[in-house]
Each structure stands twice: as structure tokens, then as C-alpha cells.
């Protein structure tokens, strides 16, 4: 069973939890969890797909809880989503109806809305069903284009979970915490449906503070770099998580400082791991093993990695040589939605998944990401943003004539968007501009008015030299 903690005879056998679930103002037991999830899967069930506003909720909660009961999938939209995008998301996955909450402006197009009723209870039951069907279909920015669709399968959530379960020591005596977004692998698959399938009382903060997370007395934190850099900030909050068990960051690489006042200020050095939506995590440092400053670890149990050259051949593991990072295993997806071009480009003809990264690996088989093969995909605040899909907004405003997107360092997001406009516009409008049409997170933090931007000889633009 996917979400194993919630068979209905567990809960019924007696192992129940006061507070599986705190979120929003909200608490859950294991049996409300069932109950009112099994309600949900009632209104749903037969549906193709749904599509789900990822607010941090218990309806949010209940919504994805109840489509993975009844084995009909969703689409997490992030609730800071522009209309652009939104529409998007809901024409390409084919999404049937709203479950849950409904964003303030449902816009184009205007779907049938299923309500949850976080008191309604049903106790029927369903067939487990196959491991091999989707479980969502979430959506990941690529260098260029609006979001691709990938459909996560029940199997890779449930092999990953196991598999970091194992590394991380995570069991259902441990109290997760986070305040990631609900609309991401890391905040949703680990967090969410990790703490379902291990049985761990689950608490989202609803935005990570530093604040937050020295209240919510957890044993095991999730984190983006953001987070950690912000929670090292303030001394009295960083040294509250000095009784926790187990920090985790990723998303993005952690910055070596930050690293080290975590490992002074709490006592624990953290566990950092590497993924994406298309493969999940397939990388990590272990709880009971090495946690070198800057290294994402080693494959999880079914993971196959490899290290290539231009020509495919394997470079050297001698924590030296750079390659394109490749992955195999039972994490990794089928394809995109809709997109054969792109899942094309995505898989070599033997079958690993070029994952877009270029990394090295030492002997003993520790990996760390040296970053992507093209610049273009921008890691801010824990987030991944494609360039293109901005560029290709801002070039829709009436005051922009050519523009250039690139991610400068930032000591707190790890890169700052900026974007570099030829054209007569005000920068604040242009951000706003962006704003308005995509995620929130997407918007330029900069804009830089020029005269000209920098090409070769063949008219591409050289952002190399933008990157500053």
C-alpha cells in the first residue's frame, strides 16, 4: 500500500496518532487522515486527473490524500501561480476539475469544482492500484517553453521513500517539519507522502521561518538552502534545533558556510541529497555515514549513476574529472506528458536519463554537482527556474525589445534572477509584469536597463558575461 500508515486496519488495530498531520491551524489524527480522505476519494473517484492547488492545507492535505486512495491523479498547482502558467498546466495535463480550494481568479479554463469537507467520513475501501500508474503529474521548468508534465509513478514514490527511509534512519517515532511548497518533490513526495508511507507526524510551518521551525520541536527537518542560510542567521533559532536528530537540505547546493555555522550552532552537520522531478532523489549523504561539506552523496538502493563525456564514454571516479550526470533505477519517470520531442532528448538510446547536470565522483563513489550543462536553468531559493520561459514573458511587454535572463550569486536565494532589457520600460514594472504572468518566485529580483546585450558572431548571446 502506497501510504501505508494509513491502512484502515492499522488504524483500526489501534495505531493511531493524536496529531499525524499539523497544518494551516489544523490537526489531523491518522483516523481523521482515513475518514475524510476516503471521502474525498468517493467525489473523485473515476475521474482522469484533477488538479489540485497546492496551498499549505489540510484540505490540500485531504485533497492529495484522497486521490491516491481512490488512484486518480493530480496536478499540483503552486498557489503563487501567474495565468499564463496556470492555463497551462490545466489544458496541457487535461485536468477535469478543481479539488479543494479554488485560486481567487479561476480564469481560462473554468473547471467543475469538487469541494472537500474536512469533516465528512467514509470507510470504504479500495483496491491498491497499480504500481506502475501515475500518482501526479508534476510540472518542471526547463531552459526554454512553459512547464513539461511528468508524470510520477505510485511505484517511484513509494521505492524512494524506502530508500530514503532507510539513509536517513526515518521512522514513524520521528516528527517531520517543514514549510516547503506543497507543488514540488520536496515538499510534497518527501515531505507529504513520505511522512504518510513511514508513519511520521507530519508538521508544515507554513513558510519556513527560522521562528517556525525552533517551534515546531521536530526531530527531522526538511530545508532548502534559503532556509538553512536564513536559520543560521538567527543564533537563538538555529541552536533550538540542536535536539532535533537529523537536518536535510536540498533542492539546490548548500553553500559551505552555511554548512559549517549549522554544524556549529546545532551540532549537526546536514544531510544533503540531489534529485529532480523527472528522477525524484537519487542521491544522498547518510545518517550514519560521511556528510562532507559540498557532496551530495551516494546512489539509494536501485539507483545507477554514471558520469559521461561528450561522447558517452565514463570519465574517472577520481572526485576530479567533470562529466553529465546520468541516472537509472525505479525512481526514474517514463517520459514527459504530451511531449515525445522531449523525452526523446531526455534518454539515451541505452535507456539512463541524461539528467542536465555535470558532476564528479570520487572512489569511493561520493558525488558532487558541479552545476548544469547549459546556464540557462537558474536555482533560486530552492526553486528551478528556466530563463527561456521568462524571457519569452518579458518579450510580451510593449517596452521590451531584447532580453537576456541570468542567475547571479546571491549569499541567501544561492542565485539572484536578473534580467538584462534592451527597450524603454520602467524595471519595477517589468517585474511586476512577470509577476503577474508566472510564479511569483519567477519574477526578475533585478532588472538592468542596457543599451545592447553581448552576442558571437553567430547572434547568441553570451550571458557568461552577464553573470556577475
Same mark, same amino acid.
Given at each position: ?7 484502515? %486496519? ?49 484540505? @490540500? ?21 501567474? %495565468? ?27 473547471? =467543475? ?11 470504504? /475501501? ?5 504500481? /506502475?500508474? %501515475? ?7 526547463? @531552459? ?11 511505484? %517511484? ?17 520521528? @516528527? ?28 508544515? @510551518? ?23 542560510? /536564513? ?60 556528510? /562532507? ?5 551516494? =546512489? ?126 520602467? =524595471? ?41
Amino acid at each position: 500500500m502506497l501510504l501505508a500508515s494509513l491502512d484502515p %486496519a492499522t488504524v483500526a488495530a489501534g495505531h493511531d496518532v493524536g496529531d499525524a498531520v499539523r497544518i494551516g491551524g489544523t490537526t489531523l489524527s491518522r483516523s481523521d487522515l482515513v475518514g475524510a480522505a476516503t471521502s474525498v476519494a468517493e467525489r473523485v473517484g473515476g475521474a482522469q486527473l484533477v488538479a489540485v492547488l497546492a496551498k499549505p492545507t489540510a484540505t @490540500t492535505v485531504l485533497a492529495v490524500t484522497g486521490c491516491l486512495i481512490a488512484g486518480v491523479p493530480f496536478v499540483p498547482v503552486p498557489p503563487d501561480v501567474g %495565468a499564463v502558467e496556470r492555463h497551462h498546466l490545466l489544458t496541457d495535463s487535461g485536468a477535469q476539475a478543481w479539488l479543494g480550494e479554488l485560486p481567487d481568479d479561476q480564469g481560462e479554463p473554468a473547471l =467543475p469544482h469538487v469541494p472537500v469537507r474536512l469533516h465528512a467520513r467514509s470507510w470504504h /475501501r479500495y483496491a491498491e492500484p497499480s504500481p /506502475r500508474a %501515475a500518482a501526479m503529474v508534476m510540472y518542471t521548468s526547463g @531552459t526554454t517553453g512553459l512547464p513539461k508534465g511528468v508524470p510520477i509513478s505510485r511505484a %517511484a514514490v513509494a521505492a524512494d521513500v524506502d530508500a530514503l527511509a532507510r539513509v536517513w534512519q526515518w521512522t514513524s517515532e520521528d @516528527t517531520l517539519v517543514h514549510g516547503l511548497p506543497l507543488s514540488h518533490v520536496h515538499g510534497l513526495v518527501l515531505g507529504l507522502l513520505g511522512s504518510l508511507r513511514v508513519g511520521s507526524r507530519f508538521v508544515h @510551518t507554513g513558510k519556513p521561518t527560522p521562528a517556525a521551525y525552533a517551534e515546531a520541536g521536530g526531530s527531522l527537518y526538511f530545508g532548502v538552502p534559503t532556509v538553512w542560510s /536564513r536559520v543560521v542567521a538567527e543564533r537563538d533559532a538555529a541552536v533550538a534545533l540542536s535536539s532535533a536528530r537529523l537536518l536535510v537540505s536540498g533542492s539546490a547546493s548548500l553553500p559551505v558556510p552555511v554548512f559549517d555555522e549549522l554544524v556549529r550552532l546545532t551540532g549537526h552537520a546536514p544531510v544533503e541529497r540531489y534529485g529532480s522531478t523527472e528522477s525524484l532523489i537519487t542521491l544522498s549523504t547518510l545518517a550514519d555515514g560521511e556528510r /562532507r561539506p559540498g557532496w551530495v552523496g551516494l =546512489p539509494l538502493a536501485g539507483i545507477d549513476t554514471r558520469i559521461v563525456d561528450d561522447i558517452g564514454a565514463e570519465v574517472a571516479r577520481d572526485g576530479e574529472t567533470i562529466g553529465r550526470l546520468e541516472v537509472r533505477g525505479p525512481t526514474v519517470f517514463d517520459g514527459y506528458l504530451n511531449r515525445p520531442d522531449a523525452t526523446a532528448e531526455a534518454f539515451g538510446a541505452d535507456g539512463w536519463y541524461r539528467t542536465g547536470d555535470v558532476a564528479v565522483v570520487d572512489g569511493d563513489g561520493m558525488h558532487r554537482i558541479v552545476g548544469r550543462e547549459s546556464v540557462d536553468l537558474i536555482k533560486s531559493g530552492g526553486f528551478r527556474v528556466g530563463a527561456g520561459e521568462i524571457e519569452a514573458v518579458l518579450l510580451g511587454h510593449p517596452g521590451v525589445d531584447e532580453v537576456a535572463v541570468v542567475g547571479v550569486p546571491d549569499d541567501d536565494l544561492g542565485q539572484r534572477i536578473v534580467a538584462y532589457v534592451v527597450g524603454e520600460a520602467e =524595471p519595477q514594472a517589468l517585474i511586476d509584469y512577470v509577476a503577474q504572468q508566472l510564479s511569483v518566485h519567477k519574477r526578475p529580483r533585478e532588472v538592468r536597463l542596457v543599451d545592447g546585450l553581448p552576442r558571437n558572431a553567430m547572434g547568441k548571446v553570451l550571458k557568461k558575461e552577464l553573470m556577475t
